[in-house]
């Protein structure tokens, strides 16, 4: 496999196709409007995304725009508009992508048996002959073609096998492999990858490409479980969000392509540390709180609360963080005063706020912020301060 994966020009890092205005934009609830869009678009532009999915051109009159103006304002990333498989959807998508430096069409249809029976009611060999069409009309605009085969993860690996095969064969430079209802485990969904670059001939002569969706939690671990059955692009948004329990994060995948290259033996070209700051806007625009406990960006993600970790991470970092929060654009991690602190966490912060105490007033104080702390879920530094002043001894 690897030979053959060779032999065309792959790219030398992970494709990083952000789909936040798109898929990202579908969750429900979430309506962006022009500025927003504008906002967030140059946001990943600026921090290295490959490619810019902006949304689906013909589904409104406001979506053609938004993709309009991303082309035309966005620069230095290839904007992606996408389409049903159908000749005026990539004919208004051309449209609307014309302004831009690189343009992709994102093109597909329905894989697996349930899709074609109960909502495309078409059999296998007439959407078959329907994605060739439309990738051969797509091939008229541009020849960076994507195409997407919706409810790849429950579909039958022989005839998407053969799908893979006849739209490589029309001009589709990117397979995107969908596991549309979040149904696959790790395991299957590498094995998919990678068996789709081992069966299908012409292989060699596309990029795969993963997107994942969260409804088992199982997201970002299939995507990058592609990577190593040999995808080169995986399609993401910020904070995970998405239809229904959301898409592949896009900060957890590059931070994990980072710090595990010695797994996967590739990263991505996202500059991490504009990481945090991303979450944060695209949070502020959707209104999509992140959650404390968020991998990657959560607001908990580097703060320690126990007594062990604290006295662990003030020793050593390390212990117990195996990502330096700078990394990802966070200033340093944090030591939260709670009931379950140490001495070593208490006695830091103090000195932080330029308290020093000898032994037997540090431990008067220590003993009356155990008290408070059983009250309290977190100990602030105005209650720190107040308890300084107080008389303890
Ligand atoms: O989840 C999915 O299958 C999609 C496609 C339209 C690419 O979002
Ligand atoms: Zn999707």
Do not use: W
């Not at 051969?136 to 039958?156: C, K, L, N, P, V």
């Not at 893979?164 to 094995?191: F, H, K, S």
């Not at 970790?309 to 929060?325: A, C, F, M, N, W």
């Amino acid at each position: 496999m690897e030979a053959r994966l060779r032999a065309f020009a792959m790219p030398d890092h992970v494709l990083i196709f952000d789909t936040t205005l798109r898929d990202g934009e579908q969750s429900p609830g979430v309506r962006l409007n022009m500025d927003q869009k504008l906002e967030i678009g140059r946001a990943l532009a600026a921090a290295g995304v490959d490619i810019l999915e902006a949304g689906f051109p013909i589904s409104s009159p406001g979506d053609f725009l938004s993709v309009q103006t991303l082309a035309a304002e966005v620069k230095g990333v290839t904007i992606c508009g996408l389409t049903r498989a159908r000749e005026k959807d990539i004919d208004v998508a051309a449209e609307a992508l014309a302004p831009a430096e690189s343009r992709r069409i994102h093109t597909g249809l329905g894989v697996s048996d349930n899709h074609l029976e109960h909502k495309l009611r078409m059999t296998r060999d007439e959407a078959l002959e329907v994605g060739v069409k439309a990738v051969r009309h797509a091939r008229r605009y541009t020849d960076d073609i994507e195409y997407f085969m919706e409810d790849s993860g429950r579909a039958d690996r022989d005839y998407v096998c053969r799908v893979v095969e006849a739209v490589i064969d029309a001009g589709a430079t990117t397979i995107n492999v969908p596991d549309t209802t979040g149904y696959t485990t790790p395991g299957e969904y590498r094995e998919l990858i990678a068996g789709l670059i081992e069966r299908v001939p012409n292989s060699h002569r596309a990029v795969f490409s993963c997107h994942c969706h969260n409804d088992l939690g199982m997201a970002t671990a299939n995507t990058l479980a592609g990577v190593l059955g040999g995808a080169r692009q995986v399609e993401v948004t910020v904070n995970g969000i998405g239809e229904r329990a959301g898409n592949t994060a896009l900060e957890e995948v590059v931070v994990a392509l980072h710090i595990r290259e010695d797994v996967y033996g590739i990263t991505s070209r996202v500059e991490t540390q504009r990481l945090l700051e991303l979450s944060n806007l695209v949070s502020r625009h959707t209104g999509m709180i992140v959650q404390r406990n968020k991998a990657v960006v959560g607001a908990n993600a580097y703060a320690h609360s126990s007594g062990i970790h604290q006295d662990g991470v003030l020793k050593e970092r390390s212990t117990y963080e195996i990502i330096d929060p700078r990394l990802v654009g966070a200033a340093k991690s944090e030591i939260i005063l709670t009931a379950r602190s140490g001495r070593h966490g208490l006695k830091h912060r103090l000195a932080e706020l330029g308290f020093r105490f000898g032994e037997d007033r540090f431990e008067a104080i220590y003993s009356a912020f155990l008290e408070i702390a059983d009250k309290k879920s977190e100990i602030g530094d105005e209650d720190l301060r107040e308890l300084v002043s107080a008389d303890l001894i």
